[in-house]
Structure formats: C-alpha cells, structure tokens
C-alpha cells in the first residue's frame, strides 16, 4: 500500500505500509519416503564409525528441525507420516511435545522396494487435516522427504484445491543408466506447485552428505507465510576465499576479507 498524493511535486516522497496480518503457528507433516532406497549409505560415517543411512540422516535432521522450530514458537504442532507405494499414518495426533516426536522419529524403519509411489492419499490426508487446522486459525504444511532415483511421484489431485504447503526434500543417486533424478526432481516441483497454498520450497543433494540435508531443512524452518520465491533465495552464501587485490588497485578496493 502506497501513500501520498500523485502529481503533486510539493507533497513528501511516497511512504510504503504493509497491511498488518497475523502469522499463524503450524501444523507439520512429516513424511517420510520407506522405500529401500532410504537405506542407501551416506558418504559420511556415523561418530561410532558405523555406516549412516539416508534414513539415519533423515531422522536426524527432523529432530533438529522439531527442536528448532519449537525454539522460535512452541505452539506449532507436528505428527507424522510414512511413504511406500502410498502415504499411511505413523503417529496421527498432531502434538508439540519433543518426547512424543522423538519416538514416533525412532519407529520409523524402511521396507522393501515399493515401486512408484502415488502421493494423492497423502494430498488427501493434507487437505482433510487442514480444514482442522484452519478451524484453530492454524495454517497446515506438509515436508515431504523422497528419496527414489528412478522413479517419478504420481498423483491425482484438482489444480483449484489449495489448502496446505507442500516442502520437499529429495535424495538421490547421481543420474545413470537406472536412475534419471532430474525427471523424478521435475515431478516433485510439479507436484508442489499443483498443491501449495502458500510459497513451497523444494532442495535436493545426490553428494550423501548429512551437512548438507542438515541445511536444508534448516532452511525450510522458514514460515510459508513469510517467504519469498524460492528462486528469489539467495541463502545460503558461498564462503569463498576472495582474492587478493593486485597493488595497482585502489586503496578502498585492495581491502579484502579473506575466510578460512
């Protein structure tokens, strides 16, 4: 909202307002892909020495996630969901007590191959959760953690039906004769976009590091409804080492912030 009178050269600059708006706390859903898969090795050993799976990481970072965002507001609520050929319930009661989220996080376990996976089910118990949600003037979002190289996410779910946000993390093999990663990843974007009332975000790493799943679900701490495009993000920084000026520049130019 601009304010200020147009054409008029002797009145004050345009002042800019945001219109007030109430933030809502969160209801999450955590699903989790339980295809064999989410067993493949991180790169990374575990501090023991014993190797980590995805599915390892995965639990990992949602409990760094759960404990971070009660940090920033207690009052969001979390519960949990599992992915194999379809999504079914892990823990349904939606709770912001750690203790609760940390055993549901420990029952995870993964299954068999379990070919594609059709998220519509899941959409379905999104959207129905959601209505909940929105009655306790709540907003609902679901994180979504996929982890099949080979094959592409299916749904069917209507383009006018948006009732929650759907975040996406997808680890991946890197791309060869039986995998094709960047179809899968163009599937999940497809999805995301079809299905996210407010801004989704989606990250994605076939390097089997932990550091960086830690980040990215670091990064989906941010409120849906405080969040710019993704493609407007430019977080996080790439710590380069900058070179040092040559000695023809400048003084004010030769000044240089080198990062170990």
Not at 209 to 226: E, G, K, N, Y
């Amino acid at each position: 909202m601009m304010e200020g009178v147009e054409g008029d050269a002797s009145s004050a600059p345009p002042r800019y307002a945001l219109k007030p708006s109430r933030i809502s706390s969160e209801d999450i859903l955590f699903c989790v892909d339980v295809d064999a898969e989410s067993l493949v090795e991180m790169k990374v050993a575990g501090p023991n020495g014993r190797p980590l799976t995805r599915l390892d990481t995965i639990k990992q970072s949602i409990l760094l996630f759960v404990h971070s965002k009660l940090a920033i507001n207690p009052d969001h609520r979390f519960a949990f969901a599992t992915l194999s050929k379809s999504a079914s319930w892990l823990r349904k009661e939606f709770s912001s007590d750690v203790e609760s989220a940390a055993a549901a996080v420990r029952s995870l376990s993964a299954t068999s191959a379990c070919g594609h996976a059709d998220l519509t089910q899941l959409f379905r118990i999104a959207a129905h959760e959601a209505k909940k949600s929105r009655v306790q003037n709540r907003i609902f979002r679901v994180i979504l953690m996929y982890c099949r190289s080979s094959l592409q996410p299916q749904h069917q779910w209507p383009f006018n039906q948006k009732l929650f946000t759907l975040d996406v993390i997808y680890l991946h093999d890197k791309p060869g004769p039986e995998n094709c990663p960047q179809q899968v990843y163009d599937a999940l974007v497809d999805a995301l976009e079809h299905v996210s009332e407010y801004e989704g975000h989606i990250h994605e790493s076939g390097q089997g590091l932990t550091r960086i799943l830690f980040r990215h679900m670091c990064m989906l701490l941010s409120h849906p409804q405080q969040r710019c495009p993704q493609d407007y993000l430019d977080i996080p920084k790439s710590l380069v080492k900058k070179s040092v000026a040559t000695d023809s520049a400048p003084a004010e130019e030769a000044m240089t912030v080198s990062i170990q």
